[in-house]
């Protein structure tokens, strides 16, 4: 299994405070990822890292934002927590542009 | 707008069935992937598909890459219980991104 771990795993926050989910990896990897998952939706792309502190954004980016200033971690930011931001997130990492990608377990987050 | 289209969105079979999941858009890519996600976890790649045609098997599971690149399909044979869980097909869109289907939940029955 690829070496890549999500903190916290479980979250409950109040509708306005920041956020800030943390994704490490230990695989040297230069591209990792920031998804959401809700149902009847799939996976969807927040924010990527193409390299340390290169990052842009995906189809479902307002409201988030990234950091990337080491390879190993990818910080998400909630910069003000919404209810619509009640989700599951999960990170990933690939070796590779668009090549295979490894998940972490993922982080559910509750906002109330 | 590039939207990946899975189909069906459940599906539920007794021990011992085949099945087909099917990966559909307008779109062409670059290169497919499929993933299976049991609950709870994240999802694990199966397999990666290339060039236009290409067909690839993992024991009874049978991968196809359509001729155009816009088309997947993905074949179980004799499904067992330990093939539950929700699958998931991801194109290559554009530099660096993936776009994900909404997925195909399947509950083999023992």
């Known amino acids: 299994d690829a070496g890549i771990t999500q903190s916290p795993r479980h979250k409950v926050t109040e509708t306005g405070t920041p956020v800030t989910l943390r994704c490490h990896q230990t695989e040297n990897h230069r591209y990792m990822y920031w998804y959401r998952q809700d149902p009847g939706h799939g996976l969807r792309l927040i924010h990527y890292s193409y390299g340390v502190k290169d990052t842009d954004k995906g189809e479902v980016s307002d409201g988030y934002s990234v950091s990337r200033s080491k390879t190993e971690d990818f910080l998400l930011t909630l910069e003000s927590a919404t209810s619509s931001q009640t989700s599951v997130y999960f990170c990933?990492?690939?070796?590779?542009?668009?090549?295979?990608?490894?998940f972490g377990p993922g982080t559910r987050l509750t906002v109330t | 707008t590039q939207l990946l289209e899975q189909s069906p969105q459940f599906l539920s079979i007794q021990e011992g069935e085949n099945l087909t999941v099917y990966c559909n858009s307008s779109s062409v890519f670059s290169s497919l992937q499929w993933y299976r996600q049991e609950p709870g976890e994240g999802p694990v790649l199966l397999v990666t598909?290339?060039?236009?045609?290409e067909v690839k098997k993992l024991k009874r599971l049978t991968f196809q890459f359509g001729d155009a690149r816009k088309d997947s399909s993905l074949h179980i044979t004799a499904a067992q219980p330990g093939d539950t869980g929700l699958y998931l097909c991801?194109?290559?869109?554009?530099?660096?991104?993936?776009?994900f289907g909404t997925g195909t939940r399947l509950k083999v029955l023992a």
């Open positions: 991801a194109g290559a869109a554009g530099t660096y991104k993936y776009i």
């Open positions: 598909v290339v060039t236009g045609g």
């Open positions: 990933a990492i690939s070796p590779r542009d668009r090549g295979e990608q490894y």
